[in-house]
């Protein structure tokens, strides 16, 4: 495996930087909102992916009849991790989970509807999979949808809940997932497109510890028409498995961690603890080596899994990197967790201040980091889940219950 940017690859990162520092602005780009700044929710921030899309870095990896420019994944990767590195709003959503299956299966309307916005990014997406009782086990889904007729069309009524929808406060659209078969499991459910903005869709928000917004939504008598649904019916969950995989690597990004441990280096190296050094405590010298070391296994197995992508893409005989991103997925939201439990501890009791508190250590980013990453170990599939994933199609393992 080659661990090194090509020129060109290095030129296009050094080109996303400069665009950044041209567009810097604290409204936009705000590290101290940790994983959840990839969200595009303020009219700044859409404005400024609208200028991403002006230079052709929305479909990069699209195909060029759809306006993109059948660029290597690796371009998106390191447009993402400039973009997160410096707390700002991030491709993924639009670009990927719903593009890209836009793509691979929508109909020719879906396609001519939706593609252009997204390239524009003139639309936002709430993802809506979750239920009350379908979390991990996303297949178990049960928002009804039954066969309709309204005002001349034909399509699906549906009714039924969905909880934790990111985004669905301020998105346009909804990417749903809908029961369209009560007695097939996993070949029973159907994604549509459903407008968020309408009668019979209720959106009460759910505050996180992380101060972010998410919500439960609320389905009543809601008809969607035949042509808002992607891809074949009953075949939803396929779309979302094979959604997933691109989720898992692109809503986790490196660039983060690695500036978080950077504002824990720059505390240990100054900060004294009973007139002494904290960087001469061998306790925390063996803990910040031990720190840097898994920060840099995490960096090489995003590499990995953009390496098997790039692979894949350039041959369809080769899976995409389902295995390698659920190791990358697994080990670095983990490691995040343990980076901020080791923030709070070493920077003692004063890392309980509030982000941006004036004199708080670190200026308080222990305490953000520390309660913002509790969702990156849940959201995208939970660690338990990658660890079935790894055992049962990385390693052959037999299923066990
Ligand atoms: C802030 C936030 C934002 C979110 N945004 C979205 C969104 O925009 N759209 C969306 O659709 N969803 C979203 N989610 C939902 C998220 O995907 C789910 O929370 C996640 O899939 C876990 O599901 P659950 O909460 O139902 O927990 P459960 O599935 O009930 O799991 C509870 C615990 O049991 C463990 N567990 C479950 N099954 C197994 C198993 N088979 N083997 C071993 N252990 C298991 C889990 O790992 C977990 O520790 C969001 C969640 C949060 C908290």
Redesign the pocket.
């Known amino acids: 495996m080659d661990f090194e940017f090509s020129p060109e690859q290095l030129a296009y990162r050094a080109e996303v930087e400069q665009f950044l520092d041209e567009h810097d602005d604290p409204d936009v780009f705000d590290v101290t909102r940790e994983n ?1 700044a990839q969200i595009v929710d303020t009219p700044k921030r859409r404005a400024f992916m609208k200028e991403l899309g002006h230079k052709g870095w929305l479909g990069m990896t699209w195909p060029k009849e759809y306006g993109g420019s059948e660029g290597e994944g690796v371009y998106e990767y390191l447009l993402n991790e400039a973009l997160a590195g410096r707390g700002g709003p991030q491709i993924g959503k639009g670009v990927g989970i719903i593009g890209k299956t836009l793509i691979a299966h929508g109909n020719d309307f879906l396609k001519q509807n939706f593609l252009p916005m997204i390239l524009e990014n003139d639309v936002e997406f ?13 297949a178990s889904m049960k928002l009804k949808a039954v066969r309709h007729e309204q005002d001349g069309k034909t399509g699906w009524l549906l009714n039924g809940q ?7 406060h301020f998105a346009e659209w909804y990417w749903l ?1 809908t029961r369209t078969d009560p007695d097939n499991k996993h070949m029973g459910i159907t994604l549509m497109l459903v407008p968020l903005d309408q009668p019979g869709v209720t959106i009460r928000g ?1 505050w ?1 510890m ?1 101060d ?1 917004r ?1 919500n439960e939504v609320f389905i009543d008598e809601v008809f969607v028409p035949d042509e808002y649904v992607v891809g074949e019916v009953n075949k939803g969950f396929q779309y979302i498995s094979q959604a997933l995989d691109l989720e898992r690597f692109t809503m986790f990004t490196y660039s983060p961690i690695q500036q978080r441990l950077d504002v824990l280096l720059d505390y240990v190296k100054t900060a004294t603890r009973d007139g002494r050094p904290l960087r001469d405590d061998p306790v925390i010298r063996q803990q910040i080596a031990q720190l840097c070391t898994q920060a840099e296994v995490a960096r090489v197995m995003g590499l990995k899994v953009v390496d098997e992508t790039v692979k894949s893409e350039h041959d369809r005989s080769i899976p995409p990197p389902t295995i390698a991103s659920s190791k990358y997925k697994l080990f670095t939201t983990e490691y995040s967790r343990r980076l901020a439990n080791a923030s709070m501890d070493i920077g003692a009791p004063g890392t309980q201040l509030r982000v941006r508190t004036e004199d708080a250590p670190m200026e308080g980013r222990a305490e953000s980091t520390y309660r913002y990453t ?2 990156d170990t ?8 990658q ?2 994933i790894i055992a049962r199609r990385g390693l052959g393992l037999p299923k066990n ?1």
């Open positions: 959840m709430a993802v809506g999979y979750s239920e009350p009782n379908a979390g991990s086990d996303a969905k909880t934790w929808t990111t985004s669905a997932g759910i996180t992380g972010e998410t509790v969702i849940i959201g995208g599939g939970a660690s338990e889940i660890k079935n219950f």
